[in-house]
C-alpha cells in the first residue's frame, strides 16, 4: 500500500473490501450448480462485498451487483442450458419478470382491476435478478454516530409531477403520496443551505487547466449545467473564453443559421449537437464549451457533443435568442414521459424524497405484501423496516421473489391458443420452472429478445434497438460537511474529474427521519459519474461506458472516490481518511431507458408519437405476454415505468375478459 493510499483512508479494516478473490461466495454458489456459469465470472468482476443481513445498508458496489447478471450472461453467451430445471409446480394468474416501479406498479394496478370484477384471489409471482426490489429505485441506508442517513442509490426524484399522466397519478394517490403535505413539512430544509450561505459550485481541474485545481464557489449563478458568466470572475479562463463567454450571453443575440426559414433552423439545430452549435455557429473557444459539455447528460448520459442542439434551446441554454425560433407549446408531448422532446423543463417542480424514489417502492410494497412492513404512509417510510423473509410467502396475493434471474420465458404450447407460459428462472444455484396464466415482462427491452426466443424477429430487433445509458450514482456516508460551509456550495459540478457532480443530498425530512440540520453533523454526499465516450455515434457511447465500468473494480473505485474528495474538500478541513464513514457504489451498467436522437435516430422517433418508433413495435404484446418497463416509452423517468405497467396490465385485462378476441402472435 503506499502513502497515498494511507492518507485516503484505503487501509482502514472496512466490511465493504472483505472478498474473496474479487467474486462474491454466492456467486460462486450460483456458478457452481448451473454448467457454464462458472466461466462467467471474470477475474475483474467485483463483489457485492459487504454482507450485511438487511440489503439496503449493505454497502460497497451495489446497483448492479455480483450474483444479479452473471446468469443472463450465461444465457445471452449460449453457455445456459435449461433443461434441468425443476418444476415447482407453481402457478400465478399473473408472473411479472422484474420488481423495479413498473413491475411492482403492474402488480398493483392487476390486484386493483381484478379485485373490482369476478376474479378476486388472484396471484402474483414477481420475479427479480437483484437481492432488493424497486429496480433503480434503490434505497441506500448508513448508521453514522447512531444517526441513521439515506440516500438515494438510482432514481432521484419524481419528476415534474404536473406533467404525470393520469395513471401515474393515479398510483401516486392510491399510495396515498402527498406531494403538498411533504413541500410542506420540508420548508426550514429547503431553504437551509442558503441560509448557511452555500450556492452552487465548480472545479476547475489541474489536468485540464495547469496549475492547481481551482475550487470555486459561485453562489445561485450555476443553475443545472447553465453559466452566469459573472460568476467565473475567479475561473482560470482565458481572456478569449471570457470574451466569447461574455458574447455568448450579450442580448441580442445574433441570428446563428441566416437565411434559413424557422422550419430548416430547427431541423439543423434538431440534427447537429449542442457543441456544433456553440464551436461551429457561435464560433465560441474550446473553453467555453467545456463549461457547457455536460448539457443533458442528467437526461441522456451524454454529453453535448451527442445531444441535439435543438434540446438545448428547448431547455433554454444560451445563443438562441436572437433565431426567432419561436416558443415551445407548454402541453405538447404532455402524454409522453420524457425530456427529449422537450416535456419536462427548467422551472418544473420535483419532488425528492431522502432515498429518492425507493420511498414509491416501499409504498408500492407495503400495498402488495402488508406483512412485510409496518409502514404504511410516506412518512413511515423514512423508518420503515422490510421484513425481506415476508416477501415470498405461500398463499399470499402477491409474491416478490428476488435473487432470482429469469432465463426463458415460454408458451406451453401454441402462442395463439396456450393456456399458460412457463417462466424459468434461476436462484440459489438452482433453475426452477413457475407457470404463469398471463406474463408482464417489466424487465430491460434488450433482454426480452434472449429471454423469449419465439418473439418475431422485427419485434426483437425493435426490442434491441435501444442501449441503456451507464452510469454511476455514489453515496458517501461522512461524519461531517463542514468543508462545504466553508467553500460556501451544498454542490460542485467538475467536468472533467472522477465523478462530473459531488454534493450534498438533498436537505429533506421524512417523518422521524431527520436531515441534519448542523454541519457538525453526518450526512450522506451523492456523486455521479457518467461513463461515455465523446465524439462516438450515442449509442456506441453507452456501448463503450458500460464495458468502461464493469471493469472497474471497487478498490479501484473506492481510491478515485477518496482522491477526488481530498482534491476538492482537502483545502476546506476535509480529511479522507479520518471522514468518509461508508462508500457505495450503485453501478448501473444498464442505467437510463434510450430515447431518440435525432442527431443519430430519425427525427419523427423524437419529434412526434409515431408508430414506427422501436419502443412502440418492441411493447406489442405476444400471445399472453405483456411487455411493461420505461424502456417500451423510451423514456428514463417513472412515470415512464408507471405509464406502460398499466397498459400492459390494460392488455392483460382485455385478455381475461374477451378471451375469443384473436392474439397477437406475429
Ligand atoms: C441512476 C438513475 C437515476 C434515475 N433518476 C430518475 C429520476 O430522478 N426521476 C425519474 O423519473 N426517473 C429516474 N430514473 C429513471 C427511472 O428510475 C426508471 O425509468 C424507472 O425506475 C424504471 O423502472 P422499471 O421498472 O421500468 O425498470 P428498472 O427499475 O430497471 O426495473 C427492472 C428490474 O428488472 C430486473 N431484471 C432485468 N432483467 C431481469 C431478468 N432477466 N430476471 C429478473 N429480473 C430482471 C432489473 O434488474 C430491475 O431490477 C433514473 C434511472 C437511473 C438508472
Known sequence: MTMDDRQLGMDRAISRRDFINGVAAGTGALAAGMPGLAMAATPTMVAQNDASPYPP???????????????????????????????????????????????????????????????????????????????????????????????????????????????????????????????????????????????????FDAETFGGKDVVLPMGGGWRGGKIEPDTLAKAPLTPKARADLARLFAEPQPDYLPGLDQS?????????????????????????????????????????????????????????????????????????????????????????????????????????????????????MGTAMIDYSALDRPGTPTRIRLSSVVLNVAHRGDAASAGEVAVHYAKDGKLVEVRGKAVIMACWNMMIPYLMPELPQPQKEALAYGVKGPMVYTSVAVTNWRPFVKLGAANFHCPTMYHQEVGLTEAVSLGDLKHPQTPDEPVVLHLVKYMNKPGLPRRDQHRVGRAELLEISFPEFERETRRQ???????????????????????????????????????????????????????QPFGLVSIANSDAAASPHTDAAIKEAHRAVQEVIERRTYPFVPRRTG
Not at 283 to 300: E, H, M, N, R, T
Not at 568 to 589: E, K, Q, S, Y
Request: glycine share 12%.
Open 57 to 203: 445498508t449493505r454497502t460497497g458496489l451495489r446497483g448492479s451487483h455480483a450474483g444479479a447478471f452473471e446468469a443472463a450472461h450465461a444465457l445471452r453467451d449460449g453457455t445456459l442450458k435449461l433443461a434441468d430445471a425443476v418444476d415447482s409446480g407453481e402457478v400465478y394468474d399473473l408472473v411479472i419478470v422484474g420488481g423495479g416501479l413498473s413491475g411492482l406498479a403492474a402488480a398493483h394496478f392487476f390486484h386493483k382491476r381484478v379485485s373490482q370484477g369476478s376474479n378476486s384471489g388472484a396471484k402474483v409471482l414477481i420475479l427479480d435478478n437483484h437481492d432488493d426490489f424497486g429496480g433503480h429505485a434503490k434505497r441506500n441506508e448508513f448508521t453514522v454516530n447512531g444517526r441513521k442517513l439515506l440516500c438515494n442509490g438510482g432514481t432521484l426524484n419524481i419528476e415534474s409531477p404536473a406533467r404525470y399522466d393520469q395513471w401515474s397519478r393515479t398510483l401516486l394517490d392510491d399510495l396515498g403520496v402527498d406531494l403538498a403535505r411533504y413541500e410542506r413539512d420540508n420548508t426550514v430544509n429547503a431553504g437551509l443551505y442558503k441560509s448557511l450561505g452555500m450556492g452552487h459550485g465548480m472545479v
Open 264 to 380: 430548416a433552423k430547427k431541423d439543423w439545430l434538431a440534427r447537429h449537437s449542442y457543441q456544433q452549435f456553440l464551436i461551429e455557429k457561435v464560433g465560441v473557444d474550446p473553453q467555453v464549451y467545456w463549461l457547457f459539455q455536460d448539457i443533458g447528460k442528467a437526461s441522456f448520459c451524454v454529453g453535448g457533443d451527442a445531444v441535439p442542439a435543438l434540446f438545448g434551446w428547448v431547455q433554454g441554454y444560451p445563443g438562441f435568442s436572437g433565431m426567432a425560433l419561436g416558443d415551445v407549446p407548454a402541453d405538447l408531448f404532455a402524454d409522453l414521459p420524457g425530456g427529449q422532446h422537450g416535456r419536462q423543463r427548467e422551472g418544473d417542480k420535483s419532488i425528492h424524497f431522502p432515498d429518492g424514489n425507493a420511498t414509491l417502492a416501499r409504498l408500492l410494497v407495503s400495498k402488495l405484501v402488508p406483512e412485510a412492513t409496518a409502514g404504511r404512509t410516506q412518512e413511515d
Open 565 to 619: 474528495l481530498q482534491r476538492m474538500l482537502g483545502g476546506a478541513g476535509f480529511d479522507a481518511a479520518r471522514d468518509i464513514a461508508a462508500i457505495t457504489m450503485n453501478r448501473w451498467p444498464h442505467g437510463y431507458s434510450y430515447t431518440y436522437n435525432s442527431i443519430y435516430d430519425p427525427v419523427e422517433w423524437v419529434y412526434s408519437e409515431c408508430p414506427e418508433r422501436p419502443c412502440v413495435i418492441g411493447r
